[in-house]
């Protein structure tokens, strides 16, 4: 087989292979056939080696790659994870298989002595929930997905990197807890189905004679040759519409499992406390979801006077009095200035008496002289 010296310059060719290829529709072609490669070797080692080649030279080139060629590459890194995950599918998912892999991404990509650019880890911790959607959505449990996310539990708990901690939490756990809903939401579907195939099962018997004389009807039913009739989407089409609109597979997660490993790693006193911080909201989220409390309760009356009075000027200064409050000064001058009512008093207004003109001023504005003043000239 292949040494580790090498795949790296084996990867360094592909590396600007794809490099040099420049139209997007033969890019995607490339790079599935690279990221496909990994099916050649025979053994896991052998797979395993071509993959920590791979990693080790995207961490070694990334810093070259301009900003018009970024995007081939980020599609590549998650083609080339598919057809990782697509490896631990074929092998059935097993356990041991599952921990080496989840060991070299890693130690490559995560890992503080790795030397992983910013830009590989951000992706890599982005793409990952999504491709192991689409690869093992309808056969993974929820135990082992616990297992699939629990090198981001600890690394999440460790780390001094607060980008690193902020990526994971976004890209792991907060995406978790943003699609719990269509996780319930395709259990609840799958458990109709089971139910409905139980009862199918149980009523194909009955129906057997009633299958021939359905037949027979819609031959007699058959429109002439020749004429346009609309074909109405059958049920199965409708459902495969229904799945291309709700955004694709979902991972089904134990959200009480997942908050105990994630205070269990928090917890210890080698956490550093701004990441205790961060994970403990992440996990009264998730006991959240897990006790069943989707929706915050209504708050209570206090609440809302206390929230009121921060909102300062912006409430209602006639709410507020309604309400037993004695409203600020800025509140009163607001009252003060409400249009008034039949039967309402509002402030005093002193009445402003205009003065009279004095000669000056008179002369200005063309204005006759009071006669009091011409009086006092004559």
């Known amino acids: 087989g292949f040494t580790h010296d090498e795949l790296l310059k084996v990867w360094k060719g592909l590396f600007y292979c794809m490099w040099m290829q420049d139209k997007p529709l033969l890019q995607e072609e490339l790079g599935r056939t690279i990221s496909q490669l990994v099916h050649a070797f025979q053994t896991t080692e052998a797979q395993h080696l071509f993959l920590q080649a791979f990693w080790q030279t995207m961490n070694r080139e990334w810093t070259g790659i301009d900003r018009l060629r970024?995007?081939?590459?980020?599609?590549?890194?998650?083609?080339?994870?598919?057809e990782s995950l697509k490896v631990?599918?074929?092998?059935?998912?097993?356990?041991?298989q599952i921990e080496e892999l989840l060991e070299l991404l890693m130690t490559e990509i995560l890992h503080p002595s790795s030397q992983a650019p910013n830009g590989v880890k951000s992706h890599f911790i982005e793409i990952f929930l999504e491709e192991l959607a689409k690869v093992g959505a309808e056969e993974l449990t929820a135990d082992q997905?616990?297992?699939?996310?629990?090198?981001?539990?600890?690394?999440?708990a460790r780390t001094k990197d607060s980008l690193v901690l902020n990526n994971i939490t976004r890209g792991i756990f907060e995406t978790i807890v943003e699609q719990a809903p269509l996780a319930i939401e395709d259990l609840l579907n799958e458990l109709d189905t089971q139910d409905e195939e139980v009862a199918s099962d149980s009523d194909e018997s009955s129906e057997g004679g009633e299958r021939g004389d359905a037949l027979s009807q819609k031959r007699s039913e058959k429109p002439p040759a020749g004429s346009i009739c609309r074909?109405?989407?059958?049920?199965?089409?409708?459902?495969?519409?229904d799945d291309r609109d709700s955004g694709g597979p979902v991972l089904q997660f134990d959200y009480e499992a997942v908050a105990n490993r994630l205070f269990e790693m928090a917890s210890r006193q080698s956490t550093p406390s701004q990441n205790r911080k961060r994970l403990y909201k992440v996990i009264r989220k998730l006991q959240d979801l897990a006790g069943g409390k989707g929706e915050k309760e209504p708050p209570s009356p206090g609440m809302e006077r206390k929230r009121s009075r921060r909102r300062g000027v912006g409430a209602d200064p006639e709410a507020r009095a309604e309400a037993g409050e004695q409203p600020g000064t800025a509140e009163r001058a607001l009252l003060r200035d409400q249009p008034r009512g039949r039967g309402q008093r509002g402030a005093r207004q002193r009445r402003r008496t205009p003065r009279p003109l004095t000669s000056a001023r008179a002369k200005a504005a063309n204005v006759q002289e009071p006669e009091k003043k011409k009086k006092r000239r004559e």
Not at 70 to 82: A, C, P
Not at 89 to 96: D, H, I, N, S, V
């Open 145 to 156: 997905n616990l297992k699939f996310i629990d090198p981001f539990c600890r690394i999440a």
């Open 231 to 241: 074909a109405e989407p059958e049920a199965g089409e409708e459902q495969a519409g």
């Open 70 to 82: 970024l995007d081939k590459f980020y599609m590549l890194m998650r083609m080339v994870l598919n």
């Open 88 to 96: 631990l599918k074929m092998r059935g998912w097993e356990e041991r």
